[in-house]
């Protein structure tokens, strides 16, 4: 698969945010633990704001997938991914040289004007956290993996406390975190919706088109569906009431 | 374009191309609407509908399955909320309506035949993922029929046993048009936990592999009847795009297409007219004539 000669761009308005869709060339893939990171060329499209999402052209899959921006080195985008199924394997045997569509950047990102950031991280919800980190110009970070071969991620947040299963990343909170950003496992961002109300959590979720257009990746929000792409995928729920 | 659908005239070397039902929110991605011929809505039921919960989505190797469940906010929120910005887009706007009776359908046709702005609607006849209603096809489409004067396409299921049969009870029963096809049942299991992926079991499915399903179903009713065809399955590009209008579509749709391609309807309408000029056609129209005139053979032996 070789990148046309000339890019076809496209501009969209979506979610009331500007986004373009274009075929981008495979700078490099990476091994980082057991995940890899993907890096593009950038083309025409803005890395966006800590927390958006891209959606990636999967070869040989009918749909695209959704990836969170991990690091917008100059003239690229990086992502980091997990192979897991038939779309993130495909795309984690790119080589440089090879090309996709890629369509963002898509969906709100965390606020980043807070006083006291506290990042967490949980296994390759960690991806967002570095390009996060950079813009808040440095923050602590906590990060948690299923084992030692994951937590060789950690690499990408220097610095960063690090719990290995069985401890738990929660486990390294300390009493007064101050403003949680986070991102990882449902059963985590649970975790901590419950220790720290008013936590920025980046939720995910399946995904057809990234844009609000299937309604395919809601999840619950007080009592009714929201699509994690459009009002999300950073959500700052209520917590829950007392049981 | 043609002696038919003139709701959607264009002429020349492409046809009217439209979303399917579902694969778009004209209000998210506006843009993407407008590069549409006409713009048809999500579902609207009489009353609101939370939809189904999560997983509702799935990718096969072959097929898309969705159990969205018609999430919608009701008639009444979407008349007094929807349409308003709807209206501002400048795209025409085709609603599509859905229920579980026949006298759901004529409420919801009721409210919309007032509505200025709403140019057809679309009943949404045999989706996957609601109950059916118990009236036929025809009995829901003649409801509507006493419930509005604005044009009705009736959008048939591709797993009726006679999808020519029906297209004629519909005509009959007052059908302006036909949409085809709306999605198959289907089912993904977790190859690991051999559970069902999607929360509610069965999904639609839809995507390239609908596209045969889809062109036997046109075939057949453009040879039953002498309706609009607004023909819709796995169609992802111009070469798709011929071989619907050739089937006997006078329109098209886009569904699951759009969603890893938003730029898919400026695509397809360009891609069209490539295949439609480079036979040395000057409209689609006459594609789609040659092929009636060579249908000598019957439907069945076309098998």
Redesign the interface.
Known sequence: MRVDEAATREIFILGGREARRERLRVAGTEPVGPYSLLRLDRGGLEPGVPGQFFMLEAPGRLLPRPMSLCQAPAGELAFLMEPIGPGTRALCALRAGDAIHVLGPLGNGFDVDVERPLLVGGGIGIAPLPYLREALGDAPVLLGFRSEHHAEAACLLPGAEVAVEPRLVTDLLPTDPGDVLACGPEPMLEAMRARVPGAQLAWEAPMACGYGACYGCVVELSCRYVRVCIDGPVIRPPAPSAA | MSREGDELSTGGVSVPILNAS????AL?????AQSLDAFVT?TVTPLAR??N???????T?E??L?S?GL?NPGIDAWVEQSYPRLRELGVPLWVSVGGFSASDYAFVCERLDALEDVDVLELNLSCPNVDEAPETAAELTAAARAATSKRLYAKLSPALPDVAEAARAVANAGADGLSLVNTLRGLALDPATLRPRLALGPGGAS??ALRPIALACIYACARAVELPIVGMGGIASGRDAVQFVAAGATALALG?I??????APGRVRAELAAEVTSRGYASAAEIRELARESASLSIASAE
Do not use: H, S
Not at chain 2, 28 to 32: D, H, L, R
Not at chain 2, 53 to 59: K, S
């Open positions: 579902g694969c778009l929110d998210t991605a506006p843009g993407v999500k939370e939809g919960p999560p997983p509702r989505i799935a990718e190797d097929w898309m969705n969205i999430q995507g390239p699951t759009l969603f890893g391609d938003p730029a």
